[in-house]
């Protein structure tokens, strides 16, 4: 098994521009989630997903969509881009929901917003 | 939100020694899970405890959940240059099963 794996690993983007991070995951879990991390402010909780089709709101998901149309996949869209973004981006995966169930996350995503 | 404060932020030690980092509340937590993370990688999962009063031991890290599920505990024994990462606590918060808020971690660095 691969794990959950995420793409691009490094991406450099212009204030405005939108793109698309990409996460898969092969373990059949239900239960995805997005995070962003930064220097002095930890983990912190963007969008998560209850399974294919049902995603809802963390404590930071202005600037991001999400979506889930299948159990695998689990995209993170930044619609228009500011340097507010730049972080590193990590999407995780569990068989429970996030209190219960251990999370496996993916290797990232190297966000800099100019 | 629910918010959990590790100390100490950054932790520097000699091989062999011993060390414990806190993760503190002033929530009650449904559970909490540790996990490492060493540079450019994703946090790891050590444990999860769900019990107050629960202890797990991993090798040589002991885990100890507060009995009143407002905090928790890593203790290290003998630690080794290999141990060296951030250590993040996270716990599921109430109300809702579905989320997890992490600390901030601390950050050891064990020298040979």
């Known amino acids: 098994n691969a794990g959950v794996t995420q793409t691009p690993k490094f991406q450099v983007l212009k204030t405005g521009q939108s793109m698309t991070l990409q996460c898969a995951q092969d373990?059949?879990?239900?239960?995805m989630s997005w995070y962003r991390q930064d220097p002095g402010m930890g983990l912190r909780l963007i969008h998560y997903?209850?399974?294919?089709?049902?995603?809802d709101q963390g404590e930071v998901p202005n600037g991001y969509n999400v979506s889930r149309s299948t159990t695998e996949d689990f995209p993170l869209r930044l619609l228009s881009a500011a340097p507010s973004q730049t972080s590193v981006y990590f999407c995780?995966?569990?068989?429970?929901?996030?209190?219960?169930?251990?999370?496996?996350f993916g290797p990232g995503t190297r966000l800099t917003v100019l | 939100t629910q918010l959990l404060e590790q100390s100490p932020q950054f932790l520097s030690i000699q091989e062999g020694e011993n060390l414990t980092v806190y993760c503190n509340s002033s929530?009650?937590?449904?559970?909490l899970q540790w996990y490492r993370q060493e540079p450019g990688e994703g946090p790891v999962l050590l444990v999860t405890?769900?019990?107050?009063?629960e202890v797990k031991k991993l090798k040589r890290l002991t885990f100890q959940f507060g009995d009143a599920r407002k905090d928790s505990s890593l203790h290290i024994t003998a630690a080794q240059p290999g141990d060296t990462g951030l250590y993040l606590c996270?716990?599921?918060?109430?109300?809702?099963?579905?989320?997890?808020?992490f600390g901030k971690g601390t950050l050891l660095t064990v020298n040979p």
């Open positions: 995780a995966s569990s068989s429970m929901p996030g209190a219960w169930g251990g999370q496996f």
């Open positions: 373990m059949n879990h239900e239960y």
């Open positions: 997903s209850v399974g294919a089709g049902i995603t």
């Open positions: 929530s009650v937590f449904s559970s």
């Open positions: 405890v769900v019990t107050g009063g």
């Open positions: 996270a716990g599921g918060e109430g109300g809702s099963n579905y989320k997890l808020t």
